[in-house]
């Protein structure tokens, strides 16, 4: 199951430069380190997006990712792909849902949601409500994230999220995300550079988790504002924990 989860979140992400001539979206490379309480992992992401208007008023996106962590107890590659339909109502609205799958720990999850976004003259605003079926639990995420746009290629972002995990032989756990990223499109190119930071604090257990990312991105389709507005920036938000929701 593990090796067609990854097939699939492959298929997602090279997908999209194939398709651009219909679609919007990107491809992106990153280097991520994180800190679990003094236990430490490096690795790389893959991840891409893109997002095809079906009607005038309908969007569907796909995304996916895949990421290789090293660290002291060995190395994973772990792969994520998710799915979008959502509506737009007016210029300035969109709201739809989504469906996921992740493979966190060799056991793959899935997640069903729904998400809306508001889009205002220099800002996105980004709601997200997820239900994540897990082996032996299930968690419930609720989460927004505030993107301002200083100018259409520059983007500063927070985002938090309440997260109640619900194990089986544990009992109910919760759990807080926050972060702050940014991301920069070079004048007259395709080409974007982003970092980003979150902590996942989970909060019976008495853990905390850095992580931090950098990378650069190819975009296609317009600036990154243009893309955030075309649904484009689906599922690539601060607003939950990290592969939770299929992305």
Same mark, same amino acid.
């Given at each position: ?158 985002? +938090? %999220?309440? &997260?109640? !995990? @619900? #194990? $089986? =032989? ?7 995300? *926050?972060?702050? /990223? ?17 902590? +996942? %604090?989970? &909060?019976? !257990? @008495? #853990? $905390? =988790? ?7 991105? *190819?975009?296609? /389709? ?26």
């Amino acid at each position: 199951m593990k090796t067609i989860l990854l097939a699939s979140a492959a298929a997602a992400l090279f997908t999209a430069p194939a398709f651009a001539q219909e679609s919007v979206g990107s491809v992106g490379l990153g280097y991520a380190h994180t800190d679990t309480e003094g236990l430490k992992t490096d690795g790389a992401t893959l991840d891409g997006v893109a997002a095809v208007k079906v009607a005038p008023e309908w969007t569907v996106t796909v995304n996916g990712s895949v990421a290789y962590a090293d660290s002291d107890f060995g190395d994973d590659t772990v792969g994520a792909a998710a799915a979008h339909l959502t509506k737009t109502f007016g210029s300035d609205l969109r709201a739809g849902a989504f469906a996921g799958v992740s493979d966190i720990g060799g056991e793959n999850y899935f997640s069903v949601g729904g998400e809306v976004q508001k889009y205002l003259l220099s800002a996105t605003l980004t709601g997200v409500v997820a239900y994540t079926d897990l082996d032996g639990a299930d968690a419930w995420t609720f989460g927004g994230d505030a993107a301002y746009y200083v100018n259409p290629s520059l983007r500063l972002n927070a985002g +938090v %999220s309440y &997260n109640n !995990v @619900d #194990v $089986d =032989s544990v009992g109910e756990i919760d759990a807080w995300a *926050y972060g702050v /990223g940014a991301e920069y499109q070079l004048d007259n190119s395709p080409f974007s550079l982003f970092g980003s930071w979150q902590r +996942v %604090s989970l &909060n019976d !257990v @008495d #853990v $905390d =988790s850095d992580n931090f990312v950098v990378g650069a991105r *190819y975009n296609f /389709g317009g600036t990154l504002q243009s893309l955030d507005r075309a649904g484009a920036n689906l599922g690539r938000t601060l607003a939950g924990l990290p592969g939770l929701r299929g992305f």
